[in-house]
């Protein structure tokens, strides 16, 4: 019994770890990735898209958030908000400008300064970060040394965080200098830590690397063979994205101003009206996200308004020369805001001379139609000829004949029948005339 009682004690002992020895492996950690690409300008859009694509990475437990990146500019708070939210990111970013062909200019270049990892695709360039004036070209004002002086401040303070040539970020705020993807990683110390192909070319280079983070802690960063779960910008984010562009937003107000005009010249027309209200409101959203010139705007508006009264006023070409001029002006001041995305002289004159010449069209057949004589109702009567079928006196009522209908008529003169006769005014049913060979009112005043 003793024997009995031993043997199964032993066996309590031993069997639970010869089934836990029997068990399987706990499961593996499988790496993921979280990719963004974003293709456009930087503003408000494109950072609200990038601070979701990091949360995302955030709340999932990436193991890295990859920014694919083409962008010829942007402004400068957006960057800073993306910089920010990069910093503050749980696992790496990487900012990869690719494919081949693919630029990072600008505000682009201050992005993959601040990545963890800095990643060029052949073929590519970054740079050109100096900052602009209203009208896009640098300026040697003060103001504008300022404004330079303090993004290559920033510049600097990110580069020498990241440990990447700070020389040589500076130039490019102050000097506007652009960087190959062969200069950019042969620079000493270089701006980018290596040149992939494509994202799985990077994701097996990042594999195994040690990264350091913003705040100088290291992490490991394991990407092999890395599930990448693609971040897509909303429906709203790409129309938004879309419409906040310089040359977009541009071609939206003229339409707005261009239909609204129609609309002025031609009441009742409804559809111009609805369009140019449309075009407008959009307009006037791309400009609260883009940074509004408001002098432009103003020299818009005046040229638009020198341009209706050219069709009024005689000023022989005097008004309307000016409101174009304004309006070319205008347009360039308004269509320069962002730095790095200018829009072609060779887009805005055009468009501005063919809003001077349609609004001037339009006004002009507009003033024509009003001038003419209306052929329906009772003002169609007035100065229509017709002739006496009865006497007419003073103080008295009469007929006549008029366009093969009969009136009663009345006349300040005596009228015999027979007589030819002219409608001055329309009183109802009763029609005041005069003799036809009589001079008009405006004849006699």
Same mark, same amino acid.
């Given at each position: 019994m003793a024997r009995i009682s031993v043997a199964t004690l032993v066996g309590l002992y031993v069997w639970p770890a010869l089934l836990l020895a029997q068990s399987p492996p706990a499961p593996t950690h499988t790496p993921t990735a979280v990719v963004a690409e974003f293709d456009g300008i930087i503003h408000p859009i494109a950072t609200e898209y990038i601070d979701e694509a990091i949360t995302q990475s955030d709340m999932s437990g990436a193991d890295v958030v990859v920014i694919v990146l083409r962008t010829p500019g942007g402004l400068l708070d957006s960057t800073r908000d993306i910089v920010s939210r990069m910093i503050t990111s749980r696992a790496p970013v990487v900012v990869f400008v690719g494919p081949s062909g693919a630029r990072a200019?600008? +505000?682009g270049f201050i992005l993959t300064i601040a990545a963890d990892v800095a990643v060029m695709a052949p073929g590519t360039h970054i740079g050109a970060a100096h900052p602009v004036s209203g009208t896009g070209q640098p300026t040697d004002t003060v103001e504008a040394t300022k404004a330079a002086e303090d993004v290559a401040a920033y510049v600097r303070s990110l580069a020498d965080?990241?440990?990447? &040539?700070? /020389?040589?970020? +500076? /130039? $490019? #705020?102050?000097?506007?200098?652009?960087?190959?993807?062969? /200069?950019?990683? &042969?620079? =000493?110390?270089? !701006?980018?830590?290596?040149?992939?192909?494509? #994202? $799985?070319?990077? !994701?097996?280079?990042?594999?195994?690397? *040690?990264v350091r983070r913003f705040n100088g802690s290291t992490t490991v960063v394991h990407t092999a063979n890395a599930a990448v779960h693609t971040m897509e910008m909303s429906r709203r984010q790409r129309f938004l994205s879309a419409i906040a562009n310089p040359q977009i937003a541009y071609l939206l107000l003229t339409l707005g101003i261009l239909g609204l005009t129609v609309e002025f010249w031609s009441p009742g027309a409804i559809a111009p009206g609805v369009f140019g209200g449309l075009c407008l409101l959009l307009a006037f959203f791309a400009l609260q996200i883009l940074p509004v010139n408001i002098t432009g705007l103003l020299l818009m508006m005046f040229g638009v308004a020198l341009l209706i009264l050219e069709i009024k006023v005689p000023s022989f070409g005097a008004l309307g020369i000016g409101g174009t001029i304004s309006l070319v002006i205008g347009s360039v001041m308004m269509t320069r805001t962002v730095p790095g995305v200018g829009v072609s002289l060779r887009f805005v004159v055009p468009v501005a001379v063919s809003l001077a010449g349609i609004l001037l069209f339009l006004g002009r057949l507009a003033l024509q139609s009003q001038r003419l004589r209306p052929v329906t109702g009772a003002d169609a009567l007035i100065g229509l000829q017709g002739r006496a079928r009865t006497p007419v006196v003073p103080g008295g009522d009469g007929q006549i004949d008029v366009r093969g209908e009969?009136?009663?008529?009345?006349?300040? %003169?005596? !009228?015999?029948?027979? *007589?030819? #006769?002219?409608? %001055? $005014?329309? &009183?109802? !049913?009763?029609? =005041? #005339?005069?003799? $036809?060979? +009589?001079?008009?009112?405006?004849?006699?005043d």
């Open positions: 200019a600008s +505000a965080t990241r440990k990447r &040539n700070i /020389e040589l970020a +500076a /130039e $490019a #705020v102050m000097k506007s200098r652009a960087f190959t993807d062969t /200069e950019a990683i &042969n620079a =000493s110390p270089p !701006l980018i830590d290596f040149v992939a192909q494509d #994202v $799985a070319e990077l !994701l097996r280079t990042l594999d195994g690397r *040690t009969i009136w009663k008529a009345r006349s300040a %003169v005596s !009228l015999e029948a027979g *007589t030819p #006769v002219r409608v %001055v $005014a329309v &009183n109802g !049913l009763t029609l =005041s #005339v005069e003799p $036809a060979g +009589a001079p008009t009112r405006q004849g006699a």
